[in-house]
């Protein structure tokens, strides 16, 4: 008999979780034509790591997403989007998270860290929403909400691309023996 995911915003034990890409992804929310439109999209994540430490503030997470992988469903957009005016996947293949603390607030877990996407490193918090405890593993999903891709000197598309953008994380991360 398989024991049911217990879902929760508690941590999962401590120890190190290997992020599994393949059952992993990031999922972009942001306006486009001057603010009228959604675009939903999402990209793959290639590797990363959960650490869960006994002391929590000790607790690192890294991610590393591939930003070739952006796909909307409109073959035009995902071409422009990766093209050198907005990602320029060829010079930046790569988006990385990696935290630097951990704490708690309230129902939440906070997780602040930098996001580095087109060579430039910008501070920003994830909340994490849910930790779904799914023996031998976990499945974390998280937000980082109103990321400015100016911050990233990312300014091509000014009008037809929103400034602001949401991510949302489903990871899935097995424990590593």
Do not use: Q
Not at 68 to 82: C, L, P, Q, V, Y
Request: net charge negative; no cysteine.
């Amino acid at each position: 008999m398989t024991a049911e995911p217990i879902t929760s915003t508690a941590l999962p034990a401590a120890g190190r979780y290997r992020i599994r890409p393949e059952r992993s992804k990031v999922t972009y929310t942001g306006r486009h034509m001057f603010g009228l439109g959604v675009v939903h999209a999402t990209f793959g994540i290639t590797s990363g790591e959960i650490h869960v430490a006994d002391s929590t503030t000790a607790s690192r997470v890294t991610v590393l997403i591939d930003a070739g992988s952006f796909s909307s469903g409109n073959a035009k957009r995902d071409t422009d989007i990766r093209s050198a005016p907005l990602l320029n996947t060829d010079s930046f293949p790569d988006i990385t998270f990696a935290s630097d603390s951990l704490r708690r607030d309230g129902d939440h877990w906070l997780l602040s860290g930098t996001v580095t996407a087109h060579g430039v490193t910008v501070p920003t918090e994830v909340t994490f929403e849910r930790v779904v405890h799914e023996p031998p593993g976990i499945r974390v999903l998280a937000r980082a909400r109103h990321l400015d891709r100016y911050a990233f000197g990312v300014t091509g598309s000014k009008g037809w691309v929103g400034r602001h953008l949401d991510i949302d994380l489903d990871v899935s991360a097995a424990l590593d023996d």
